[in-house]
């Protein structure tokens, strides 16, 4: 096995200029960060990763690599907090982090409703045996034929983002004689700190009505007139990844605002409001997300202290939680291929370390400069850390899983490297970029493993490749 001289690896390189928090060198790259990782992942005593007691050397050997590998015991005990946390309101899970089958009735065993924002979402959550009335539709853009099912089968709320979608749904809701639960998209104008591209309460971006400008207020007084609909609440989402509860609570408290006025001035009983998703979880050890109870008691309050100066009753509150549900709950298992040396400043080098997946199955460091860590997974090692960067299998110089992180210096050909964190946002937003198949997603529980999305094959793809 080779391995790389520390001297040569490290240098005088100023570390914290790479991540925020890191100092120098980690002494020890073998432990675990628990809030890093799902909570039945340890290291056993033989060095080797183990999920509810089994090796990644058998997952790997069983299911193959790369692979999303899911503590499902772990994702419900998730379920159960937030539940618990937000007593008396409704928790839907946003599908759109993970949907499969197997974690929609997970979740709805657990007591969660489920919000969806396509037809395909829409046709899984059906599928694992949903009832409609549990099921919420989002979206800026749904198709007629989407609004069309979602008011025939009855789904329990559609978000309204749009002065044309409140027409056709009304139109729809006409012509089959129902009267849907409708809320509206409001847009409350927060500009929360995450990266912009999952920001989603700024003026200027695609999603809801304007709070500000007052097509809020006009949106919700048209579905209040219509004859065919009913106003469910409004609804608000300030966007994704977000740490900052002030913002959380400054959102909170316009959407009340609105909701009181619109009762006093239309003289209607709104029952309910959505305050959305977008809780941050850790990827590495600078992020600390707040426990479920202290969101829920901030959130309640600022609701709380709004109805009652405006003197209204408070509403049903509901929440959407994809990330914080189903992101810690996965890793992702790679195999490394080749692992090379590049100088950087000095004598500092770092290790490339490239694996059997990449921008494929996690696009997230691409396209956000997402932050994530990695552990080499199928060993612990005493080498010196070394600087590295895991690297996919793409034709892409910015095919990057993990930018930078400490692995043993003899990190070589054959390990297995885990990198914890992948449950939201990479097997959803995964692609077959170069034809590369996307890899299951292996489900343990009781000790047991099963896969509940099978790997993609080539022949899958060339299938589809009628030409
Ligand atoms: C309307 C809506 N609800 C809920 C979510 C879930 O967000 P997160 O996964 O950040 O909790 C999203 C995605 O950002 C969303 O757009
Ligand atoms: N897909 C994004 C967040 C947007 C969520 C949906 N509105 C992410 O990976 O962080």
Known sequence: MRTHEAGALHGDFDYSALRPGWLGVPEDVNTLLPQLWAQNVERADDGVLHIGGISVEALAAEFGTPAYVFDE???????????????????????????????????AEEGLFVDVCTAGELAVALAAGLAPA???????????AELRQAVEI????????????????????????????????????????????????????????SLAGGAAYDAARRVIQAEHLELLGLHSHIGSQIFDTA??????ARVARLHAKLQTDFSVQIPEMDLGGGFGMAYTSQDDPQPPADIAASLRKIVDEECTAAGIDVPRLSIEPGRSLIGPT??????????????????????????????????????????????LASRSSDATPALARVVGKHCEAGD?????????????????????????YCRSMGSNYNHVPRPPVVAVRNGEARVILARETVDDLLRLDVG
């Open 73 to 107: 015991d772990d994702f419900r005990a998730r379920c159960r907090a937030w539940i618990e946390a937000f007593e008396g309101a409704d928790v839907f899970y946003a599908s759109k982090a993970f949907c499969s089958k197997a974690v929609l009735r997970a979740a």
């Open 134 to 144: 549990r099921l919420g539709l989002h979206g800026n853009n749904k198709s007629f």
């Open 154 to 209: 009855g789904v329990g709320r559609i978000v309204a983002d749009s002065f044309t979608e409140i027409e056709r749904i009304e139109a729809i809701a006409a012509e089959l004689g129902k009267r849907p639960n409708v809320m509206i998209r409001v847009n409350v104008g927060v500009e929360a700190h995450t990266h912009e591209f999952i920001a989603t309460a700024h003026e200027d971006q695609k999603f809801g009505f």
């Open 247 to 252: 913002a959380f609570e400054i959102s909170a």
């Open 330 to 375: 996965m890793f992702t298992l790679y195999q490394v291929g080749t692992v090379k040396p590049v100088t950087l400043a000095g004598s500092a080098a770092r290790l490339y370390v490239s694996v059997d997946g990449g921008i494929s199955d996690n696009i997230r460091t691409a396209l956000y400069d997402a932050t994530y860590s990695a552990t």
């Open 400 to 424: 990057i899983v993990v930018k930078d992180e400490f692995l043993p210096a003899d990190v070589a050909p054959g390990d297995l490297i885990a990198v914890p964190g992948t449950g939201a």
